[in-house]
Structure formats: C-alpha cells, structure tokens
C-alpha cells in the first residue's frame, strides 16, 4: 500500500509540473518562446546572487539542440515610477562556433509577462571581419502548454 501510494505521489508530480502556474516577472522559472518560437527554459533562479540557469532551443540557425543557459537577474530597485526586473543570459552554441548574449527587462504588459531583450551574437567564423557580430531584439512570452504562445513579431535573428 505504501508502495503504490508512493509511485502515485511520484507519477502525480510531473503532471503537476506542467498543468503549475506559468512563469511572471515575479516567477520566472519556466518556459518562456519568442517570435521565432525559440524556448527560453528557466530552470532555476538563485535570489540570493541572481544567477538564472536554464536551457535554450533555437530553430533559427541551428539544428535545435538544446544549449546551456547561464545568466543573471538584478531587482534592487532605485524610487522611480517605473521598476522592472533586469536579466541577462547568454548560450555559447558549441560547434556552431558562436555565443549569444541577451539583455533587457521583464514588466507585464497589458496583463502578459515579457522579457524584452536586445541580443548580440558574435561567430568565430565568417566570410568577412566586419560579419562576426550581429545584432537585434527579441521578445519573450510564457509559452502556451501544448504549443508556442502568440509573441508579438519583432526584429528578426541568427539565433
């Protein structure tokens, strides 16, 4: 009886898991996709340092692996009209010979949480010196169980 009434609790937990809360500004763990149906996955947040890691899947420019993600959050907030939560992160592609970098602030707007970056990527190889580095924006939005959310279309990347 213990026995079954363990694996169910066990069994129970990933349906819990993605049937929780979805990620916020206050929340982010999570995941997160922006206007080119990229996941950004918020595995874990330290409040303590700030230090975010999680996970990364592009389908824009590589062949959709999942990529390390390390970055940071800062919410100490200066008196002002408006505060936002600051985050930074970064992927490092592995073969592809490439790292992106992501930095910007998650507010709610219109009542949906989104992270609004602008990104730069810079590539170990390319056929010119001046096209190592690229740059531009992205916005993301939690991602809707069971398929992408609707972000809005924004300024178009390599990564």
């Known amino acids: 009886m213990r026995t079954n009434c363990l694996l169910a609790t066990v069994l129970m937990i990933p349906v819990f898991t993605a049937h929780g809360a979805a990620p916020d500004c206050s929340n982010l763990p999570g995941e997160w996709t922006n206007q080119l149906g990229s996941t950004l996955s918020i595995h874990s947040v330290d409040h303590g340092s700030g230090k975010i890691l999680g996970s ?3 389908p824009s420019g590589t ?5 390390e993600l390390v970055g940071w959050i800062n919410s100490s907030q200066a008196t002002s009209e408006s505060n936002v939560l600051a985050i930074a992160f970064s992927v490092q592609w592995g073969s592809y010979g490439s790292i ?6 998650c507010e709610n707007k219109g009542g949906t949480p989104t992270i609004t970056t602008f990104w730069h990527l810079v590539r170990s190889s ?3 010196t001046w096209d190592h580095m690229l740059t531009g924006s992205d916005v993301f939005v939690p ?5 992408n959310s609707d972000a809005p279309n924004r300024t178009k990347h390599a990564d």
């Open 143 to 147: 991602k809707v169980v069971g398929g």
């Open 63 to 67: 062949q959709g692996e999942k990529e």
């Open 126 to 128: 390319s056929r010119f």
């Open 100 to 105: 992106t970098s992501w930095t910007g602030f």
């Open 56 to 58: 990364y899947v592009s």
